[in-house]
């Protein structure tokens, strides 16, 4: 304990700030390990940081210093904002990404202040114990990276519908390929999640290869199943970057690459007996991003996002042409 008794300040303002550095410092590096040196988008990285972010602020400043819960939340916060603040500026991460796992952050930090908060009150008994269990927790955090690291992501579907007025035949030929789409108005892609602009394919049957364009690139998607009217099934040979992430500087973050994999997709269409088609889009993909019921969340919302954008513009080509031949 004599090391943190040279360490921090007995002055109040002053340990504040130091509480809040030297727990920064110590997360901006384990990032860093987790991200550019282990590779790892998981357990480590969201749920272990978030809580040492928490129980190291509140309890390096309630070391030996007499505070309340309120005030060691309002220090953790400030310890999460400047943590948040460096990813951006030197450019770890872009706000995209921030902002989908800041609820995650800010609950999971706000359990690690009140952990701290007690640890702090029982050093006065226990204060070797305590010590040697932060340090633990520290060295648990690279660890947990590399064992979850190569853990086998599983693979999750998605499926959006839609009602189309018009008959399969009609539809089937915009689903293979569709012209260009217009300009988002979401917010979400507005944001810089990728969308789909156009698809063209090359051949007929299965074999022929299907180019689905997003603005980031483009999917390769080779023919697997070609049922025409009914079914069309792809696998995924090639895909772009699944966003282009809004930041001050042009960011070149791993989880752009490899960390959201689409593996197939299919389309299947339904004739109604009111002369309808209900025509249904499902994507198979996997993340290597944990927790994964966390990132579903997220990844669930965008998928069935680009879905509904294509499934609009098949709906809409599909209803305008049946309009047209019928004047």
């Avoid at 010590?131 to 998605?158: G, N, Q, W, Y």
């Avoid at 197939?264 to 993340?287: M, P, V």
Wanted: charged share 15%.
């Amino acid at each position: 304990m004599k090391f943190l008794d040279k360490l921090l300040s007995s002055e109040i303002k002053r340990r504040k700030w130091e509480a809040i550095g030297y727990t920064v410092l110590i997360s901006w590096l384990l990032t860093l390990l987790n991200i550019f040196v282990i590779g790892s988008y998981g357990i480590a990285l969201f749920i272990l940081i978030p809580l040492f972010i928490g129980v190291s602020s509140t309890f390096l400043y309630g070391y030996k210093n007499t505070t309340s819960q309120k005030v060691a939340s309002k220090i953790t916060l400030l310890t999460l904002s400047a943590y948040v603040a460096g990813l951006l500026v030197f450019a770890i991460e872009g706000i995209i990404c921030i902002a989908m796992v800041f609820p995650l952050a800010l609950i999971l930090t706000g359990i690690g202040s009140a952990v701290g908060f007690v640890l702090a009150e029982k050093t006065i008994f226990r204060p070797k114990n305590i010590i040697t269990s932060m340090i633990l927790f520290i060295v648990s955090i690279p660890l947990m990276a590399f064992v979850e690291k190569d853990s086998v992501p599983a693979l999750t579907s998605v499926t959006t519908s839609i009602e189309i007025n018009a008959s399969p035949e009609a539809v089937w030929k915009n689903v293979v390929e569709f012209p260009e789409l217009t300009a988002p108005t979401e917010l979400i892609f507005k944001s810089g999640i990728a969308y789909p602009t156009s698809a063209k394919i090359v051949g007929s049957g299965v074999g022929a290869i299907r180019y689905c364009n997003f603005n980031t690139g483009r999917f390769v998607e080779p023919i697997t199943v070609w049922d025409s009217p009914r079914l069309l099934q792809f696998s995924v040979e090639e895909q772009p970057g699944p966003m282009k992430e809004l930041s001050f500087w042009d960011i070149k973050a791993p989880h752009l690459h490899d960390y959201f994999v689409s593996k197939q997709g299919q389309f299947t269409l339904t004739a109604q007996a009111n002369g309808t088609t209900r025509l249904e889009g499902t994507t198979w993909y996997y993340h290597k991003i944990a927790p994964a019921f966390y990132w579903e969340i997220w990844s669930n919302y965008i998928v069935h996002s680009i879905h509904q954008r294509v499934l609009s513009h098949i709906k809409s080509n599909a209803e305008h042409e049946k309009q047209a031949q019928s004047q």
